[in-house]
């Protein structure tokens, strides 16, 4: 078959034009009865409305009419007048009535609506045409034809009728007004054109408009009963959750079975966060959350448990513990991996000097543990990157290096990961190199779709990479290339603008980045309202020797202070968002208050998202989401500790100068 010489945008216009004119295909009976049933519940007090706002208005006309037959007599006669005023009572009457039927009656058969409505509606356009009969050329054009456009606009306008009864509406008064006139001459030939062109160009703006109302509302019927069943699985799965949480401290045996009904309910948690809707923001940050609240109570748990020195010995509950340990990093991630592709989307990128070094360092620090505990090489090559920056969003190429980093690791099973940098005149290039089992060419265009995953017993939920798409797309000069050989690995490549180093104030630091600090002895307060978390955090720490004390709001907060107000804390591990409208900067402006002296780190170790950036730019302010690692969360600490320490040993020696 000879392929079109039309244009492609042609085919577009014409696909566009048929889809605003032809009616949408129905569902399936019994769906179609319900979709019609809600819509006519729906729009129920819309139609009253209509028919309020019909009846006066078609009262107004008559209103006009008997004005216009007392000032200008000539043009009509006594019968005109009240032929005229018949019809028009004729019209109240049939809109009264249905305005009654409406008003004291709740009428959900979309069957009978419509033939309410569009019954009135054609009576009202034939009135209104036998006016046209009545009055002589050209007044009746000038005087009620825009009668007969203002009905049929009513009609398509907010009456809420589906397509198919207002087409056979048109078409009946259509062939009516083009019958009469071979036979009566309603406008005479001046006016036929004009009126008749005017009444197809109303009739079709208002099919296309009812065409696409229609389509509209069938994809609000999908959406709508789509999210109420993913709502009743999501009763379903917090009911189960809280049940779980209530039995879990008689359970820990039973910890993997708990995490397998922690995945089913993650499983649940992703297809309902799928579906968009208006309530997505509040839902997606309450999940994420409350999800981040009993991981980070199990992650706590799991660290002090594989301490105890009774279950060094025992391989196998060591080995239980790593597994609930990687399952239980599995869910943060993929938890977290969800809330980014809502998160990223919003973000607006904030482009400035990156030291690629020390992006790699950060990369390097978080990654080469868990390689080599796999029995993987994780190498950075430092010296090629030294001098290296790059005009980027420092947070955003964080993640998208993070998540290639940690998919070369999740696909290779021998062998290693190297990542590497090169620089040119204006650009410079991020590789990701790994030996892993590489991806075959039918799967190159589906790895960055979301929920995709190129070998489905891997562990994740097949965000990484979609992630990474959606985060350089909406970084401006930035492009994402891999190749990839079956087999023998794969190379992603980021692409991103070179720009000279910020210049550098001289100025001395506040804090240090040792991570090495012994934590035996530290003095650690735990401020927590969530006592499974609290009791982990306690627990954990007291393993590593710290002395500590806890408090669930400021009022303990305050006790611990005052029963001991000359000692400052090495250091805070505080939840941000606490219980009666507490927050973690009610805590900080309280240590602030008690310990004005000194200065005393502060670690947030929070779920919530939406802590001030205000907040984390004074000096020794951390932040720890929770979910991640606790080996993480230890390092923070450490590096508070260390730093506070330093600044505390500085400003002694200050004094001991200055006296």
């Not at 994740?460 to 000069?477: A, K, M, N, T």
């Not at 934590?519 to 609290?534: H, Q, R, S, T």
């Amino acid at each position: 078959m000879r392929k079109s010489d039309h244009p492609e945008w042609m085919h577009k216009i014409a696909a566009a034009m048929l889809e605003s004119l032809i009616p949408p295909q129905p569902f399936p009976p019994a769906d179609e009865q319900e979709f019609r049933t809600a819509h006519a519940k729906r729009v129920l007090p819309y139609r009253r409305a209509n028919f309020l706002i019909t009846l006066f208005t078609w009262s107004i006309f008559a209103y006009w009419d008997w004005i216009s037959y007392h000032e200008q007599k000539w043009l009509y006669t006594t019968e005109m007048f009240m032929s005229i005023m018949s019809i028009r009572l004729a019209g109240a009457i049939a809109i009264g009535i249905c305005l009654v039927l409406f008003w004291t009656r709740e009428i959900y058969d979309e069957k009978i609506v419509t033939v309410l409505i569009i019954g009135t509606s054609i009576f009202c356009c034939f009135g209104v045409i036998t006016m046209l009969f009545i009055v002589p050329n050209p007044i009746n054009y000038q005087l009620y034809f825009f009668g007969l456009i203002l009905a049929i606009t009513f009609t398509f306008g907010l009456t809420y009728v589906f397509s198919k009864p207002l087409i056979i509406q048109t078409i009946i008064i259509t062939a009516f007004l083009i019958i009469s006139n071979q036979f009566h001459s309603i406008f005479g030939s001046e006016f036929t054109f004009a009126a008749f062109f005017y009444y197809f160009c109303f009739s079709l703006f208002g099919i296309s408009y009812a065409v696409r109302f229609e389509v509209s509302e069938r994809e609000r019927f999908i959406r709508e009963r789509a999210l109420e069943e993913q709502r009743q699985l999501a009763i379903e799965a917090s009911a189960r959750a809280e049940q779980e949480a209530q039995n879990a401290q008689y359970e820990r045996k039973r910890s993997v079975e708990i995490m397998t009904a922690a995945a089913q309910q993650r499983e649940r948690l992703i297809n309902l966060l799928k579906l968009k809707n208006e309530e997505r923001e509040r839902f997606i940050r309450a999940a994420y959350h409350d999800t981040m609240q009993p991981l980070a109570a199990i992650g706590a748990q799991t660290v002090v448990m594989k301490l105890d020195p009774n279950l060094t010995a025992n391989g196998t509950a060591i080995e239980a513990l790593n597994e609930i340990e990687r399952s239980r990093r599995d869910i943060a991630e993929g938890i977290r991996g969800i809330y980014d592709l809502f998160q990223w989307g919003a973000h607006e990128p904030k482009l400035e000097a990156i030291s690629i070094h020390d992006l790699f360092m950060e990369i390097e620090k978080r990654f080469s543990e868990p390689a080599k505990s796999i029995n993987l090489q994780f190498r950075v090559r430092p010296s090629k990157v030294s001098k290296l920056h790059g005009k980027s969003d420092y947070a955003m190429l964080k993640r998208i290096l993070e998540n290639l980093v940690s998919n070369a690791i999740k696909y290779t099973e021998k062998g290693g990961i190297v990542i590497g940098a090169v620089g040119f005149c204006e650009t410079l290039r991020i590789d990701i190199w790994d030996t892993g089992a590489g991806i075959a060419p039918d799967q190159h265009q589906k790895i960055f779709e979301e929920f995709y995953q190129v070998d489905e017993q891997a562990p994740g939920i097949g965000l990484g990479l979609p992630i990474v798409h959606l985060l350089v797309e909406r970084l401006s000069g930035h492009t994402l290339s891999f190749r990839s050989l079956l087999g023998h690995g794969s190379r992603f490549s980021i692409t991103l603008p070179r720009c000279d180093a910020p210049v550098r104030q001289d100025q001395l630091p506040l804090t240090i980045t040792t991570s090495t600090v012994s934590l035996a002895g530290a003095y650690v307060i735990v401020v927590e309202n969530n006592k499974n978390v609290l009791n982990g955090l306690r627990s954990l720490f007291e393993s590593l020797g710290c002395i500590v004390r806890i408090a669930v709001n400021l009022k303990d907060l305050k006790q611990l202070i005052e029963a001991a107000p000359d000692r400052a804390p090495d250091v805070v591990i505080s939840d941000y968002r606490l219980r009666n409208n507490e927050t973690g900067a009610d805590v900080v402006k309280l240590i602030e208050q008690h310990f004005d002296w000194t200065i005393v780190p502060v670690v947030f170790y929070s779920a919530n998202l939406d802590i001030p950036t205000a907040l984390l730019t004074k000096p020794l302010r951390y932040i720890e989401r929770k979910g991640i690692a606790p080996d993480s969360l230890i390092a923070k600490v450490q590096e508070a500790v260390s730093s506070g320490r330093d600044i505390r040993t500085r400003e002694i020696e200050e004094k001991m100068l200055s006296n």
